[in-house]
Structure formats: C-alpha cells, structure tokens
C-alpha cells in the first residue's frame, strides 16, 4: 500500500476533521484525553476538545501526523513534546522526549503496516524537531484497553526499549533517536 504522510497543519487541518469525524473516528475524545488544553481549563464536549486541538495549530505546536491512502486520510499519529502532554507515566530523567500517545487507523485500512509507517515518520519528525528521545506507551496485542496507544510488537521491531509500566497495561518504551 502506498501511502503519503504529513503533519497536521493548517494546510492540513480539514484532513483531520475529515477522518475524525468519519465512521468510527475519535470524534468523542479529539485526541485531548492525554493533551494539556492551552487554556487550563478541561475541555468536556466533542466541540471544546475539537476546538482545544486547533488551538495548537494555530500556535503552531506539533500535534501529530496523518496518513493518506489515494489523497484521502485514513490515519492518524499523536506525536508532539511531551511536555503538551498530561503525565503518560513516562521516565521524567530524559530531557528532550516526544511522545507517541495515540493512534487512529480507519477500518479498512488496519493490519496493513500503517502504524508502523506511522510510528517511522512519527520518530523522523521527533528526531528533525530537537527530539532526543521519543517515547510510547503501547499494550500487549490481547489488552481489553488503551489500545489506541498501540501494540507492544511494533515498538519492539523498531528498537524501543522497555523501562518500566504505567499502570497494570500500558509499557513505557523509548527510543534515543
């Protein structure tokens, strides 16, 4: 499958709505669980959380990366510093870390490689930002939860390495890059 992948910008930004707020997409949370909203305040409704996601663009901080198959979005990466997130449960000594805390893949799309292609792109935008280390937070394959945050496997074949658990799913697994 051949695919095109860019960061969320706003060039791009109606892509991301579209997929969004297709059939099945992450319309409910807008990818803000993890994100610290720039206003301090907790965003409740669909619209807040849309609307707190923009928020970034327009300041032009890093919110993730999309995925077009045949010029139309079908997936979706949440890579940005970690520091424009809530605590993921990560190592705090390591300075210069971007995390990787949510993906979206449409239906029709999954079991195809585009996490990975996704998570590859997500550590060369990391890298080309100042990134030193990139940091996920993935779940074994069988979890009942948190499965948006990824699968174990795909962070193992590309080198991220184990240090320790957030909760009783989630690994934390770096990457210096």
């Given at each position: 499958?051949?695919?095109?992948?860019?960061?969320?910008?706003?060039?791009?930004?109606?892509?991301?709505?579209?997929?969004?707020?297709?059939?099945?997409?992450?319309?409910?949370?807008?990818?803000?669980?993890?994100?610290?909203?720039?206003?301090?305040?907790?965003?409740?409704?669909?619209?807040?959380?849309?609307?707190?996601?923009?928020?970034?663009?327009?300041?032009?901080?890093?919110?993730?990366?999309?995925?077009?198959?045949?010029?139309?979005?079908?997936?979706?990466?949440?890579?940005?510093?970690r520091d424009t997130y809530r605590s993921l449960g990560g190592d705090e000594t390591k300075e210069k870390v971007w995390s990787l805390a949510c993906f979206f893949v449409h239906r029709s799309y999954r079991q195809q490689g585009l996490t990975l292609k996704l998570v590859e792109k997500a550590i060369e935008t990391a890298k080309n930002n100042g990134g030193k280390y990139i940091e996920a937070y993935p779940v074994e394959v069988n979890s009942p939860s948190y499965r948006f945050m990824g699968f174990k496997p795909v962070f193992e074949r590309l080198g991220f390495e184990f240090i320790k658990k957030a909760g009783s799913r989630r690994h934390v697994m770096v990457k210096m890059i």
């Open positions: 499958m051949k695919v095109d992948l860019k960061l969320v910008t706003l060039d791009t930004w109606h892509d991301l709505e579209k997929l969004f707020e297709g059939r099945g997409g992450p319309h409910n949370c807008w990818c803000m669980v993890w994100r610290k909203n720039l206003h301090g305040n907790r965003p409740v409704t669909k619209a807040e959380k849309k609307e707190a996601l923009y928020q970034y663009i327009k300041k032009d901080i890093p919110i993730g990366i999309l995925a077009y198959a045949d010029d139309q979005p079908v997936g979706w990466c949440s890579v940005a510093p």
